[in-house]
């Protein structure tokens, strides 16, 4: 009974534990958004006092009418949802056809094509060779610069792999026993089994490529028609950091009706509009994405 109720006090100190790390960190990976969410609710003239916290102030809608009715917002969205679109869809595709080619034991350059593929982990080309051998190839104020460089990762291809050369080999030789060839066992056979592995590497390609904008100010910094959601924020966190200190004059200009939102507000805004969007796919693909990541981790 003494060992019972040790055991009883011990489960409640880990719960309380465990529950409270939980509470704190929840409290501290959502604040952030809510504070973002709030101040892009709240008047932008009003935003400048400061002391919004979770819930604004003077409620508004104009910060997003303002952002939304911009023609560069709009161009942009659509050029980052054709890049994730695109780059998720047959990099994932991709990667998982070279990732089941190189788990097969009777291809013989197995090893060499996994070796040069993880040293693209360790050694790069550099800036700026990288820039000169884009623009040689034509990729320079393209749009498919953000999709060709990157459509096979060596870290998704190394995950792929490792899932695929856990599955029964009994599978791929009852298949070629009737007759399917390569092509379709990996259709038919690895692609349905790989829904896992391959959900959570979507997820992993369409978060960097929906949050990338070094690519854009590198490749693509002077053609409007090419820049991202993301590329636009970062230009609007530099102009807000710029206005910074300006509170006078933000005043001022609002006082006199030619001012409608004030830099917070517009980066706070532009925060949300480029955040929402990815995060709604995490519900649809959680289930997915939890048993992807714990992969490996049971071994019988």
């Not at 959601?229 to 950091?241: G, N, P, R, V, W």
Request: glycine content about 6%; charged content about 15%; aromatic content about 14%.
């Amino acid at each position: 009974m003494l060992f019972k109720r040790k055991r009883k006090l011990e489960d409640i100190l880990l719960d309380t534990f465990v529950y409270s790390s939980l509470i704190f960190l929840i409290i501290v990976t959502l604040y952030p958004f809510l504070n973002t969410l709030a101040v892009s609710l709240n008047e932008g003239l009003d935003s400048i006092r400061g002391g919004i916290y979770l819930w604004p102030r003077k409620f508004t809608l104009d910060n997003y009418r303002i952002m939304l009715t911009r023609t560069s917002t709009f161009r942009a969205a659509g050029v980052s949802v054709a890049r994730t679109v695109i780059t998720t869809v047959f990099g994932t595709f991709f990667t998982a056809m070279l990732a089941y080619v190189i788990s097969r034991k009777d291809f013989v350059l197995r090893k060499f094509v996994s070796m040069i593929y993880i040293l693209t982990m360790y050694v790069n080309g550099g800036l700026i060779p990288t820039y000169f051998l884009y623009r040689n190839l034509g990729l320079t104020n393209n749009f498919w610069v953000y999709v060709l460089p990157g459509l096979v990762h060596a870290f998704n291809l190394i995950i792929i792999r490792t899932y695929i050369q856990d599955l029964p080999e009994s599978l791929i030789e009852s298949a070629k026993m009737d007759g399917a060839g390569e092509f379709t066992v990996f259709m038919r056979i690895i692609l349905p089994l790989c829904k896992p592995v391959l959900a959570t590497v979507a997820i992993f390609t369409a978060v960097f490529h929906w949050n990338a904008w070094f690519d854009v100010f590198l490749y693509n910094p002077s053609n409007p028609a090419l820049s991202t959601l993301s590329y636009e924020l970062q230009k609007i966190l530099a102009t807000a950091q710029s206005m910074t200190g300006s509170m006078e004059q933000a005043m001022a200009r609002a006082a006199a009706g030619t001012n409608q939102i004030t830099p917070r507000a517009i980066r706070a805004t532009m925060t949300i509009i480029v955040t929402v969007p990815i995060a709604v796919i995490y519900p649809f693909l959680q289930k997915y994405f939890v048993h992807g990541l714990t992969l490996g981790g049971v071994k019988e």
